[in-house]
């Protein structure tokens, strides 16, 4: 069966609860569909603490009154996990796992998953100490030794921001050579609350109800170690939600959709907004901000292509 609406919105994070809101708002008949839990990653953070006139509040929360917001102007949410998309004449078709979905315009905001290490202990402990997020977490861990995972620009760009909170700040690599550009490498090593150990993975995040250390291990000697710290921050690359595309639009190197500044694709009638796009800065207020945009930009498309 096929559902037809004005816009259809692909994820269910900031990026589309924003996009839903200014669509719905538009009057425009919108749908947005979600394949798991209405707020993406912001929906597994604890404390959301630098969205503009909302001092503190839990992820979940945030994500629920945001979706709340968008529904009382009629947006509608339907979870169900989309599988292709699809051109038919001037529309969009967006195929799921149950009905096809048909919008004169289409909003991705798929978002992105964190590269997670695969180790014991670290999808227990997430949100209770071990994050992908310092510029979200780093405050909770004042005054205490944290671990850093990674080489990459994050690792040290967001390690240098937990130093800001943490009495010392382990950065985990494994190999003896950064891949981050020498910039941060130099201001990172200027650091003095900042210690790198190379050559070295961690095998296991330790702790009951909260991070209590890590299990490391040398990928030269196989020497074993543990290292006591509060919380393990893990920056080994992202990737965006962008698999159901399938070569549809054009994106970089890491698969994020190339967009310009109004959120639209090469394709007529086609956004992307959030952190699936490139160059997002990745947090819940860009996001947001990249929604509306999108929005806007859909609305005045659909007015233009249709005729109305
Ligand atoms: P990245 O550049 O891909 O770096 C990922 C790091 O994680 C690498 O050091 C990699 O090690 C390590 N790693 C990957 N898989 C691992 C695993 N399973 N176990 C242990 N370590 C692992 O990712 P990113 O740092 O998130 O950066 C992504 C992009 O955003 C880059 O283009 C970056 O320049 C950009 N960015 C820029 C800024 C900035 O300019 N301020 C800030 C953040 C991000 P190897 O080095 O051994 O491969």
């Known amino acids: 069966m096929a559902q037809e609406f004005d816009i ?22 919108t749908v947005l569909l979600e394949k798991g839990v209405i707020g993406g990653q912001i929906s597994l953070t604890d404390i959301v603490e630098n969205y503009p006139g909302i001092e503190s509040i839990n992820g979940f929360d945030l994500a629920q009154a945001m979706l709340k917001h968008a529904e009382n102007y009629g947006l509608e949410a339907h979870y169900v996990e989309v599988a292709g998309l699809e051109r038919a004449g001037q529309k969009w078709v967006v195929r799921t796992n149950q009905d096809d979905y048909i919008g004169k315009a289409v909003i991705l905001t798929a978002g992105a998953d964190y590269n997670r290490l695969g180790v014991p202990g670290e999808e227990r402990l997430t949100g209770r100490g071990v994050s992908y997020c310092a510029t979200c977490d780093a405050a909770f861990f004042k005054d205490q030794e944290v671990a850093v995972v990674g080489g990459g620009d994050s690792a040290l760009d967001e390690g240098m921001f937990t130093s800001r909170y943490a009495s010392k700040v382990y950065v985990v690599h494994r190999r003896d050579q950064l891949r981050a550009s020498r910039v941060l490498q130099e201001r990172a090593f200027a650091n003095p609350k900042m210690e790198f150990t190379w050559n070295t993975v961690v095998t296991e995040v330790l702790g009951e109800n909260e991070v209590a250390g890590a299990r490391l291990r040398n990928t030269i000697t196989g020497e074993e170690s543990t290292l006591e710290v509060k919380a393990v921050f893990i920056f080994i690359g992202q990737h965006p939600n962008t698999d159901f595309l399938k070569g549809l639009v054009s994106t970089d190197e890491g698969g994020h959709v190339l967009v310009n500044d109004w959120m639209e694709t090469e394709l007529p009638g086609l956004f992307a907004a959030g952190d699936v796009r490139q160059n997002s800065a990745r947090q819940v207020v860009s996001s947001a901000g990249d929604g509306a945009t999108a929005a806007i930009a859909a609305d005045h498309y659909i007015s233009n292509t249709f005729r109305e």
């Not at 259809?8 to 008949?29: D, K, M, N, Q, T």
């Open 8 to 29: 259809v919105i692909i994820g269910g994070g900031p990026g589309g609860l924003a996009a839903g809101l200014y669509a719905a708002r538009a009057r425009r008949h």
